[in-house]
């Protein structure tokens, strides 16, 4: 291998090497939108949830249910 087909053959590696960390950096950022998408939705069940057990423990409350321990 010569001199001149040297360099080529590095900057035809460090060429790939940069398509695959361009391609890695689009994949990472789609994964925290979904993972921003999958946090809201996890915190809207969170609340929903609790405003249903704070209901039903009013409820049980009111029908005098609640076990007084």
Avoid: C, F, W
Avoid at 34 to 58: F, K, N, T
């Amino acid at each position: 291998m010569s001199k001149v087909e040297t360099p080529n053959l590095v900057l035809e590696h460090l060429r790939y090497i940069r398509s695959v960390v361009d391609r890695t950096d689009a994949t990472v950022s789609e994964l925290r939108v979904r993972v921003g998408h999958l946090e809201e939705q996890y915190a809207s069940m969170s609340r929903r949830i609790d405003r249903i057990d704070e209901r039903v423990e009013r409820i049980e409350r009111r029908l005098d249910l609640v076990d007084t321990e």
